[in-house]
């Protein structure tokens, strides 16, 4: 007799939570940098933030109609988390044209290519991100200076972490309290520390994510940089300036919490979480600190996003039942 019972994928476990839900939470706990970086660079954050978001939700529209041509998917809000994500990682001033090519690269290629949501091995607005940094790096690079004064304003609108990559950053007087809140120049959504981290409480909250990989990043950075501080000053005091230096300057935060713990590309276990934050956090030291970028969170999670069906295959939970 033929077997008439038969096993659907997963996920097994239904609950309230939707992806429309979990986007719109996010969308909602990244709105306080976004009013930061407002504050900080004016009103024209808003016309770049506005053709990231449009582009992406159009070019997703438009491989979905026209080619893939499946159920339309834009209502659930992704494409517009990934235009926003994508926003938060380019610099103000940035030509429109080239905004828009970086929305399709991480449409089409980053994510649409896969076959959608929950199928790309990759973030998708690292993608385009990382893309536009290759293809048109003095564009990129180019980042004008906070309205108010600031940790780099006498830099020319240079990021903290490329002043100190050029060695004009003294750690000894460092204005961290400036750089908590947003007083540098960088790209428009990774300068509000401050905002970045009430997002990251509001989404423990919603229980969107959880703590394991956001703290697994900044922590290994923290002891990275600690441990390289003591071998590179004379005293304790510049060794931990050097430390906090390194997690608000760049992406450290918007990075650890936003981007590492998009739920298609991160690991699925908590021990595999915690091995996926450990590598984002070393690698982007070790870019920071011997490489050629100054910053270099979005490939290190580009790298670790690689390495997730390995963990994933290699750390997996305990069988149910089972003792050991």
Request: net charge positive.
């Amino acid at each position: 007799m033929a077997n008439k019972f038969f096993v659907s994928p997963s996920p097994h476990i239904h609950g309230e939570q939707t992806t429309q839900k979990i986007m719109a939470d996010v969308i909602i706990a990244l709105l306080p940098a976004l009013c930061v970086s407002i504050a900080v660079y004016g009103w024209g954050v808003l016309l770049l933030t506005a053709i990231s978001v449009a582009s992406c939700v159009l070019f997703e529209y438009l491989i979905q109609k026209f080619l893939i041509k499946g159920p339309l998917t834009v209502c659930n809000l992704s494409a517009a988390l990934t235009g926003l994500l994508l926003a938060f990682n380019l610099p103000l001033g940035l030509p429109w044209w080239i905004v828009v090519i970086g929305a399709f690269i991480a449409i089409a290629v980053g994510k649409m290519t896969f076959g959608g949501l929950g199928k790309n091995p990759f973030n998708p607005a690292l993608v385009g991100r990382v893309f536009l940094l290759i293809a048109y790096p003095a564009q990129m690079t180019s980042f004008p200076a906070p309205k108010f004064e600031g940790f780099v304003d006498s830099f020319s609108g240079a990021t903290a972490l490329s002043a100190a990559k050029g060695g004009l950053v003294d750690f000894g007087s460092l204005d961290m309290f400036g750089m908590f809140n947003g007083a540098m120049a960088g790209s428009v959504g990774e300068i509000a520390t401050l905002a970045l981290l009430l997002g990251f409480g509001y989404l423990l909250w919603r229980k969107v994510i959880t703590w394991h990989i956001p703290v697994a990043v900044l922590g290994t950075m923290t002891v990275f940089a600690a441990v390289y501080g003591a071998f590179s000053f004379d005293t304790p005091h510049l060794a931990l300036n050097f430390s906090a230096f390194h997690l608000l300057a760049g992406g450290a935060v918007l990075g650890a919490v936003y981007m590492a713990t998009d739920y298609a590309t991160s690991p699925m276990t908590t021990r595999g979480m915690v091995i996926y934050g450990i590598g984002i956090g070393a690698i982007t030291m070790c870019i920071r600190l011997w490489g050629s970028y100054p910053e270099g969170m979005s490939f290190a999670i580009l790298v670790m996003n690689a390495v997730v069906p390995l963990i994933n295959k290699y750390v997996k939970p305990k069988r149910f039942g089972l003792k050991k």
